[in-house]
């Protein structure tokens, strides 16, 4: 089986060094040599060719979004899929690299796991179809989407016991469901996706505001005797529960 080449941009040497050396781990990955800036990444991605480039934002003599603005100036019918992590989560730059182009947007610290299992992922999707950026989607096979969802359950359901929230309580449900359906959105765009109350309510046939209402009961029965003044919004509590999946397992 052909190997994806994968090509690491980072300037920080410690963290694509501890990167490059767990997913040399992974054995249907070929690790190409390292780019500590954009115009030496642009002269490895024209030489070598990988499959999947990781790119950082901050860099020096060109960053992460003047790479893919060169990709974009570039064409070519090879072009790798571009992997965006970064500590940078605000939203002009999430914005702006994902409308240069960018397959994915994951913000640092994460799970080396998961970003092995993303790039499998665009990899694999990318392989199976006609290849447009534009409409580019995530199509697992419903066993392998069926066996993700029950991991992200089971650590969504861990995080939330140790945040206080119990089985027996009527949001809990609503919850984790959140949790489990918002996972893929937040870690591409740092915030939960448009319409999740909507969906979750219309999958239990009951109202937005009933969905909402239990949450909030569910989160106030845990912040009861907290004295913090300003208690956090329902979706503060699960973007706080997603980050922990995101940045623990």
Request: with cysteine.
């Amino acid at each position: 089986m052909n190997k994806i080449r994968v090509l690491i941009v980072d300037d920080n040497i410690l963290t694509s060094q501890a990167l490059y050396d767990r997913l040399s781990e992974c054995h249907d990955f070929e690790m190409l040599n390292m780019a500590k800036d954009g115009l030496e990444a642009i002269e490895i991605i024209e030489r070598d060719q990988p499959h999947v480039v990781l790119l950082d934002i901050i860099m020096p003599k060109l960053d992460g979004i003047g790479v893919l603005e060169h990709a974009n100036a570039n064409r070519r019918e090879n072009r790798p899929l571009y992997i965006i992590y970064s500590a940078v989560s605000h939203e002009n730059y999430v914005s702006r690299a994902m409308n240069l182009g960018a397959d994915y947007y994951i913000i640092k610290p994460f799970d080396e796991s998961v970003l092995a299992y993303r790039i499998r992922q665009f990899y694999m999707d990318s392989n199976t179809k006609p290849y447009a950026k534009k409409n580019l989607k995530i199509n697992l096979p419903q066993r392998q989407k069926n066996r993700y969802d029950d991991e992200l359950k089971i650590l969504a359901t861990k995080y939330m016991r140790e945040y206080g929230l119990k089985a027996h309580m009527t949001g809990y449900c609503y919850i984790r469901d959140i949790v489990t359906e918002s996972f893929d959105s937040y870690c591409q765009h740092g915030t939960l996706p448009k319409g999740i109350y909507r969906e979750i309510a219309s999958k239990n046939n009951v109202s937005i505001q009933k969905v909402e209402r239990a949450i909030r009961n569910c989160i106030e029965n845990v912040l009861l005797h907290d004295s913090i003044e300003k208690k956090p919004t329902n979706s503060q509590v699960i973007c706080q529960l997603i980050e922990k999946i995101r940045t623990n397992n």
